[in-house]
């Protein structure tokens, strides 16, 4: 059993100077960029990303369709595994804020 993370859709960088490949910041930074790309915005693999649609449904069935969405998602980054996700409303900015914990 590995180690277990949480995992937001919030802005933050990408730390470019992540040297080795297999390290847990690594993975973890995939698993935020694969969360917070939108389905069909990378060309030639439109499939890749969480789809934009989620985000018009009411909160409650966000929550119903998080996990099975970020269990697709994270076919690209093999190395982590969705534990559990929620969703919620940010009061200030109305966005949908994901809360996904992963184990690496």
């Known amino acids: 059993m590995g180690k277990q993370y949480m995992v937001t859709n919030d802005p933050a960088d990408l730390d470019w100077e992540i040297a080795d490949n297999e390290s847990e910041n690594r993975i ?11 389905k069909g915005e990378v ?48 009061e200030d900015t109305m966005d949908v804020r994901i809360r996904a914990i992963v184990e690496i």
């Open 28 to 38: 973890l930074q995939n698993v935020k960029n694969l969360i917070m790309t939108r």
């Open 43 to 90: 060309p030639f693999d439109r499939r890749r990303g969480v789809n934009p649609e989620l985000f018009d449904l009411p909160i409650d069935e966000v929550n119903l369709q998080l996990e099975p969405e970020l269990d697709r998602v994270l076919i690209w980054e093999p190395r982590a595994t969705l534990v559990h996700a929620d969703a919620e409303i940010d």
